[in-house]
Structures are given as structure tokens and as C-alpha cells.
């Protein structure tokens, strides 16, 4: 959120820009809940163009509400909208068809058209901004349905939308099984990631992947890779190991971070969690996604000297996405429900934590809309209500946003935003018009008035 104290609106020329009068307005930097708070956003580009105090006997006297472009909510808490750091919006909750079975039986068609609607759920949820980790089998669609949600001309409305086309993963680790012939990856030709084996590989599919357009790398640093053994031996099955040796973990994150693009890594934290999080590591990540099983782990013992900024090539703290929802829509009498909590309380806890965290709850394995369950399960497990309400909204937009927004080459672009002399349109980065979309839209207006 920009909070100014001068009047930008004027200076952009933009006569016709929506303002929003906020009873208390949440100040995600500050962790503060401020006062009688009015926001301008330009009609022409939805960009916020300031946020200044208003008294409240002379909006009394003075705003005309009958105005579509006035938004009474001075009875109400206005918050930033939420980001969603690890969504699914090709899958649909297990609970009602397994991930495999969406794999397998259900057609790319019917998978995008949920994805739209899941789009709608989740910004009516009030989440603004999401992180796509993989289509899960659905090929490239994600690429594609960007810009159908936050290209400058959308075609339905959605969240900004970053996304990171086909999860990496190593051979003979990841599904859909094939139960008939074992050796085959997938089924019929359906796999619910890409495979990568050696440095030249990974650097391949990186650079595939993002010459295709995607936003995130995501790989897979442990899996259940022998989930074949489930028959004759469950524990073994069900054990998470190592899949990239550590040349080519150097090979995607280095690739990818001189394509401009930011790496997550799905990890259990059990022995890959390390050098994933350590800025002396040569594949250091931009977020590890889970760490249900992390144990006393340098990522709550760092010191802020070990880390300065990105540009000068030492890197700034990995982002923990815990995503605690996941575990605990599966089954919150499991195990792994109940290590996934204890990790979080007992990082939460620690004295000298240093650790950056957004939320993210593997939404889709439960249903979209629901994206604040994650918020929610942090603060039972004991985090301070307002801290977790920075994480997410700020925090999440500090974890998915682009690298060209960081460092001091990101601080000269936000100060070109700040002064109106660079329009969020031509910026890029799926920042573009969210607002101007969603406060034209009649049915907006309506939930916003209820």
C-alpha cells in the first residue's frame, strides 16, 4: 500500500478516480490499525494513488455517497487485499476427487473452467494476489489463463496471478503411478510435473519454462519418491528423500536467477531444508514451501548481518510458506498435522527468530475461497493477529513479486510508482488495473456495501 502525504491524485491528471472512505484502514508496514482514512484509486490505471486522513463532520458535510464514485465504508475496517502465496487453481479439493483421478479423468477443459471459477472464489474471498505452484497435469494452462485474469484486458475477473507452469522434479518421483507398467512415467501420457536428470537437463527445462512465460521455477527438493512400496511397506513409502543432488539444484536455482526469475522449493525440511535457506548455499531458494518436519534449523538462529541486499549478490532471507492448511484439512488428528503445528508454534516461540513468512495454505487441496484458514490457523497456534495479518498481504506481495522489484534497482521503481511518473500498466508484473477492475464491477459494489 502507498501511503503519501501530499495529494497524488492530482498530479496525474485523472479527474475520474474512485475514493473509498475507510472507518479504520489496517497499515500492513506499520502493524497498525489508523483512523478515518480515505483512498484514491485512478479509474484509468487502478492504481492507489494516496491514502490521506479525512475528518468525519466535514465528509458528512461535503461527499455525496449517491456518487458511484464515493464508497461509503466508514463503519467498516478496510485491509489491503490478502495474497495467497501457494495456491492450486487446477485442482479442486481432494475431498471430492483424489489428485490423481484429476490427473487422469477429468479433460483440460474442465480443469480451466474451474480455474475460472476459483479465480472469482478467491478474489471475492478478498485475496487480491496469488502465487500458482503448478498445474498439477494441466500442462501450460496456467500461462495461458494469466492473461485471461490479469492481462490489461481480462476476460474474467481474478487475483493477480503469478505462476510457475510445470513443477521440476527428477525421474521416477513424482505421479500419476502407472500400476500397470511401473517403469512408464504417468499415465497415457499424463504427468503431474516435468522431470529433469542432470545439470544440462534442469538448466534446459528452466530455460524453457521461462521462455514459455513463467512467473516462479518451483522444484521438488524431497519427495515420496518410493511410493510404490506402499503395499509391502508402508513407512518406507511414505518417507520423503532427497531427489536433486546438489550440482543440480545449482544448475535451476542459478539458471533461473539469471532469467530474472525467483526459485520455491517444496521440501519436508528433513535434510534438504539447509541449503535451500542458507545465503553461503550455492542454491539458495526465494521460498521453501511446507517444512512440516524442520528441526532445530539455522533458519530461526540467522543473524540479519548474514544477509544484505540482492544486488549485491548475496542473498536476502528465504521466505517460509508453512502452509499449515493443507495438513490440517487432510486430517488434524494425523501426525503430520500435529508436526506441522509444532514446527510453526516452536518458530513463532523462538527468542531470536529471523525468519521472513507469508501465507499460503496449498489452496485447491481444500476449497478456493477458503484461503483464510491459513491466517487463521496461525494465530490459534499463538501468532500475534496483527503480524499475521502482515504476512498476509505485504509480506506475501514481498515473497511473490518479481526480482526486478528488489534490491536498490526495486527501490528506484517503487519510488517511480510513488511519484506517478511511471504508470503501474507499463511496470508490468500482473500489477496491473487489479482495482480498476473490481471497483467497476456491479457485483463488487454490492458485497462492498453489505
Known sequence: MQISSGDEAS????????????????????????????????????????????????????????????????????????????????????????????????SLVERTIRATVHARETLMAGYTAVRDLGTEGAGDADVLFRKCV?????????????????????????????????????????????????????????????????????????????????????????????????DELHAIVQTAHKLGVKVAAHTDGKSSWEGLISPDSSYQVDSVEHGHSVGESSFFRRSPDDYVARDTGI?????????????????????????????????????DLNVKIACGGDTGTFAHGDNSLEMKLMVHLGADWKTVLRWGTLGGWECIRSMRWEGQKGKERLAKIHELREDARVVGDNETGILRRILSAPWIREALSS
Not at 505421479?175 to 534442469?202: H, I, M, Q, S
Request: with cysteine; glycine share 6%.
Open 11 to 106: 498530479k496525474c491528471g485523472d479527474a475520474m478516480h474512485t475514493k473509498i472512505y475507510a472507518g479504520t484502514l489496517f497499515d500492513s508496514e506499520k502493524c497498525e490499525l489508523i483512523k478515518h482514512r480515505v483512498i484514491s484509486v485512478s479509474a484509468k490505471s487502478g492504481l492507489i494513488l494516496d491514502v490521506q486522513p479525512y475528518s468525519p463532520g466535514e465528509v458528512d458535510a461535503s461527499v455525496d455517497f449517491s456518487d458511484a464514485r464515493n464508497i461509503d465504508l466508514r463503519s467498516k475496517t478496510v485491509l489491503p487485499g490478502f495474497v495467497d502465496c501457494h495456491v492450486h487453481f487446477f485442482l479442486h479439493p481432494y475431498s471430492e476427487t483424489s489428485w490423481e483421478d484429476q490427473n487422469t479423468r477429468e
Open 150 to 246: 490479469s492481462g490489461p484486458n481480462p476476460l474474467i475477473p481474478g487475483p493477480r496471478y503469478f505462476c510457475a507452469n510445470r513443477a521440476i522434479v527428477t525421474t521416477g518421483s513424482y505421479g500419476p503411478r502407472n500400476r500397470l507398467y511401473p517403469n512408464r512415467a504417468g499415465v497415457e501420457g499424463k504427468t503431474g510435473a516435468e522431470a529433469a536428470d542432470g545439470v544440462d537437463e534442469c538448466i534446459k527445462v528452466v530455460r524453457r519454462q521461462v521462455g514459455a512465460g513463467a512467473d516462479w521455477i518451483k522444484l521438488y527438493a524431497d519427495y515420496r519418491f518410493r511410493a510404490e512400496m506402499t503395499q509391502v511397506s508402508p513407512q518406507t513409502a511414505s518417507e520423503s528423500l532427497d531427489t536433486f543432488n546438489t
Open 315 to 351: 542473498r536476502q532471507p528465504t521466505v517460509w510458506i508453512p502452509t499449515l492448511s493443507v495438513y490440517y484439512t487432510l486430517g488434524k488428528d494425523t501426525p503430520m498435522w500435529k508436526q506441522a503445528a509444532s514446527t510453526f508454534t516452536r518458530a513463532i516461540k523462538a527468542s
